[in-house]
């Protein structure tokens, strides 16, 4: 694992994008040079000397570029709203590369892969889908979302070379529904003409409703998923024991043995 | 400037600490800072059987501070003698052990085991974790309970090898009566305060923001409340005290050491700046040189009151 650095970083960019979600990018040479698809930062919003609010915010590596990084985000609450007014020429502290990434399989293959985001989940899986493309694999990327002014990095992920469908709930574009609906046509589709489903991977990330599905959808057809999940979080480096997901072997920590985990590992109903 | 601390006999580098619970077994921090300038690392608390924790979500912010019932998860005290401690040894700082029991015979257990090959430079007894029920009192915490927290001090103190310190909670109506009753059953040090009960609410689920509903307050939110309570004690009990509550820079060092604090610990603070206690140290220094104190001892207690 690469060495983590808390950096103090300069505000190169923080643009809207879409109704709520903006990309934060800024000057990270150290965490950059460490960083690989998958992985998370943890921000500081709060000014060097305040108090509040204490806790930084976890934010996915959405684009890792020599020795900038972008964060997208959505805004959720104070924090992330307060992270949304930081301009350029801010400086922000930023601690990473935290957790392990996706796990990508040797490059070469014709093996599949369907990606499946939800909400501002694609985050994190839009390098991922980059990588597995550079390795010569085949990526199906289905976006869900709320409502069409939430559907994010679908134009670049069709140029990467992706197949993109989307999904909304509220169905003003692509197909009515959660976006597990369209994992479950598209894989119906996939099984009747390939006749196995078993050699695709999915990589998700998004809300735990919609992983704790495709988690389903995966084990029903014998299929491997990762899964890379989101909690509340302290302090990212697997000290305070705060961040725990249970897991058929016990509690793990998202921040250290995670965020990517196998979907199989993972005891969705804890209560 | 001499930054050495005296405490239970053991002589430290420097009065700052790091708090159980937020330091990890110290090899968490190390891309961060240098381990040998902490004063001494208090390890995550232990018991005598490995601990799976409480249900999640286990943390939460509040206004400057946050929220946690991890409940004291941990692989037991075993697994933290063999496995752990003998590397936090070669840290090139002191190590203290932290530990928690059930009952006063799960105390003496831990001690036990923490006295053979690997022995830590002290034990802290974590009387006062919010998050676990104990038995033995009809308290919910032991230092909640003067008899308990003397009968568990006395009976570990039997059996420990190393200078031992009492953690207490500041959850009681005299703080200075509990500190007492560690004192007389043993205790080198009392180190206070563990975090504060509390509880948050989501208003639009109705539901707690925690798994276990109640947890334990810790960061800047509650430090005026922690220097009081060592002042309390200062002023009460001859006995040394590590102070603990919301440090997050050298003044607030100051603060602690004012009110009758022999050395600090800091917790939450690592939590959300990993890299924290090389700076905290700084700015200390920087006060002593600026308020021309030679020595970190000196200004103990050195509260002013009065016209």
């Not at chain 1, 684009?63 to 400086?91: C, N, P």
């Not at chain 1, 003003?172 to 976006?179: F, I, L, Q, S």
């Not at chain 2, 309570?229 to 602690?256: P, R, S, T």
Request: some cysteine; overall charge positive; glycine content about 10%.
């Amino acid at each position: 694992m690469g060495k983590k650095t808390d950096e103090i970083c300069d505000v190169a960019s923080n643009k809207k994008i879409a109704e709520d979600h903006f990309i934060l990018e800024i000057t990270a040479p150290k965490i950059a040079k460490n960083a690989v698809p998958g992985q998370f930062v943890s921000v500081q919003v709060r000014e060097e000397r305040a108090t509040d609010p204490l806790i930084r915010i976890p934010l996915g590596i959405y684009r890792i570029k020599g020795k900038k990084l972008s964060l997208l985000y959505k805004v959720v609450g104070r924090g992330t709203r307060m992270l949304s007014e930081k301009k350029k020429g801010k400086k922000v502290r930023v601690l990473g590369p935290l957790g392990n990434g996706f796990m990508t399989g040797a490059p070469g293959g014709k093996e599949k892969a369907v990606v499946v985001a939800g909400g501002h989940g694609v985050a994190p899986l839009v390098s991922l889908t980059e990588k597995l493309i550079k390795d010569g694999k085949r990526v199906v990327f289905l976006i869900g979302a709320r409502t069409k002014k939430h559907v994010v990095c679908d134009a670049e992920l069709r140029k990467a070379g992706a197949r993109v469908c989307v999904s909304t709930e509220d169905g003003t574009r692509g197909k009515k529904g959660y976006v597990t609906e369209l994992l479950k046509e598209y894989l119906k589709t996939t099984e009747s003409k390939e006749k196995k489903a078993q050699g695709v991977t999915i990589y998700a990330c998004g809300p735990k409703p919609m992983l704790e599905e495709v988690s389903r959808i995966a084990k029903e057809r014998k299929m491997k998923a990762q899964v890379s999940l989101d909690a509340y979080m302290v302090c990212g480096i697997g000290a305070c024991l705060g961040c725990a997901v249970k897991t058929t072997t016990g509690y793990k920590m998202v921040c250290k043995d995670g965020p990517v985990f196998g979907s199989e590992e993972i005891v969705w109903k804890e209560r | 400037m001499d930054l050495t601390v005296t405490i239970g006999g053991m002589k430290f580098k420097n009065p700052l600490w790091a708090a159980s619970g937020t330091f990890g077994c110290g090899k968490e921090f190390v891309d961060f800072l240098d381990l040998s300038e902490v004063g001494a690392i208090v390890a995550k608390t232990v018991t005598l059987n490995p601990r799976e924790g409480n249900s999640t979500p286990r943390v939460v912010e509040t206004p400057s501070g946050m929220l946690n019932s991890i409940g004291l998860e941990n692989k037991g005290v075993e697994h933290f003698a063999a496995e752990v401690l003998p590397e936090m040894k070669r840290y090139g700082t002191r190590v203290i052990a932290s530990i928690s029991g059930f009952s006063r015979q799960e105390f003496v257990e831990c001690a036990r085991v923490l006295s053979g090959k690997s022995t830590p430079d002290a034990i802290e007894i974590n009387l006062s974790c919010p998050n676990v029920r104990h038995g033995h009192t009809k308290c919910l915490l032991m230092a909640q309970d003067p008899k308990a927290t003397k009968e568990v001090i006395r009976a570990v103190k039997k059996r420990a090898k190393a200078p031992i310190i009492a953690k207490l909670t500041p959850n009681v109506t005299d703080i200075a009566e509990i500190a007492r009753a560690a004192k007389d059953a043993g205790a080198d040090a009392i180190s206070l305060v563990n975090t504060y009960f509390g509880m948050a609410i989501d208003p639009l689920t109705m539901r707690p923001l925690l798994g276990n509903v109640v947890g334990g307050l810790s960061g800047p939110a509650i430090r005026p409340m922690a220097v009081k309570a060592v002042w309390e004690v200062y002023k009460k009990v001859k006995v040394a005290i590590i102070g603990i509550g919301g440090i997050m820079n050298g003044l607030d060092v100051a603060e602690f050491m004012i009110a009758g604090a022999n050395a600090v610990q800091i917790g939450t603070t690592n939590l959300v700046e990993p890299g924290a206690m090389t700076r905290i140290l700084r700015e200390y220094k920087e006060y002593l040189k600026k308020m021309k104190i030679s020595s970190a001892r000196n200004i103990v207690g050195r509260l002013k009151t009065g016209g």
